[in-house]
T-cell receptor, first 113, second 115 residues
Framework: DAGVIQSPRHEVTEMGQEVTLRCKPI?????LFWYRQTMMRGLELLIY????????DSGMPEDRFSAKMPNASFSTLKIQPSEPRDSAVYFC???????????FGPGTRLTVT | AQTVTQSQPEMSVQEAETVTLSCTYD???????LFWYKQPPSRQMILVIR??????QNATENRFSVNFQKAAKSFSLKISDSQLGDTAMYFC????????????FGKGTLLTVNP
């Protein structure tokens, strides 16, 4: 298996623009997690899905952030409008057993100018 | 709310030596899971080791082992025979099983292995 795939790897955008981050989980994994990593706040869980259904979105910072999982092999995290403070590395992770290993993707480094 | 504290922002060790990374956590739960994840310069997070709180035996994975002290809420990682490829950020993480599979991470320790 290719592992968790994220695209793009790097994204640079201007404040106010819409940004869409994409994730393809490992086939067969029915849990999918979105994390954000910043120097100030470290790694934070934003939202996670089970069987394509959002289970906990309490970590989503505000209404500008939204996440969807239209099917078992694809998820998106959208920021609209983007702000400089959204600059971070965004990770997607998937797993079959969430109390065991979560398999992380390579992350998307987002820079909002 | 659970908190995870890694008190050593940076550490260094000579190749082939042993190093211990510290982690403490705060929880009122009796059953939980603890993890150490490694983030090398490639940025990808990789699980190093996992410990179940109800198991008294310390987890080991090859050169990696933990010292789990439940009463002290301490979960340190020992790396033996350090290798250059061990250079990475190491994150300690806590999970309370059950209704919410949320991983709470510490701020990390940057470990540098010197030749």
């Amino acid at each position: 298996d290719a592992g968790v795939i994220q695209s793009p790897r790097h994204e640079v955008t201007e404040m106010g623009q819409e940004v869409t981050l994409r994730c393809k989980p490992i086939s067969g994994h029915d849990y999918l997690f979105w994390y954000r990593q910043t120097m100030m706040r470290g790694l934070e869980l934003l939202i996670y899905f089970n069987n394509n259904v959002p289970i906990d979105d309490s970590g989503m910072p505000e209404d500008r952030f939204s996440a969807k999982m239209p099917n078992a092999s694809f998820s998106t995290l959208k920021i609209q409008p983007s702000e400089p403070r959204d600059s971070a590395v965004y990770f997607c992770a998937s797993t079959l057993r969430p109390d065991y290993e979560q398999y992380f993707g390579p992350g998307t480094r987002l820079t909002v100018t | 709310a659970q908190t995870v504290t890694q008190s050593q922002p940076e550490m260094s060790v000579q190749e082939a030596e042993t190093v211990t990374l510290s982690c403490t956590y705060d929880t009122s739960e009796s059953n939980y899971y603890l993890f150490w994840y490694k983030q090398p310069p490639s940025r990808q997070m990789i699980l190093v080791i996992r410990q179940e709180a109800y198991k008294q035996q310390n987890a080991t994975e090859n050169r990696f082992s933990v010292n789990f002290q439940k009463a002290a809420k301490s979960f340190s990682l020992k790396i033996s025979d350090s290798q250059l490829g061990d250079t990475a950020m190491y994150f300690c993480a806590f999970m309370k099983p059950g209704s919410n599979y949320k991983l709470t991470f510490g701020k990390g320790t940057l470990l540098t292995v010197n030749p």
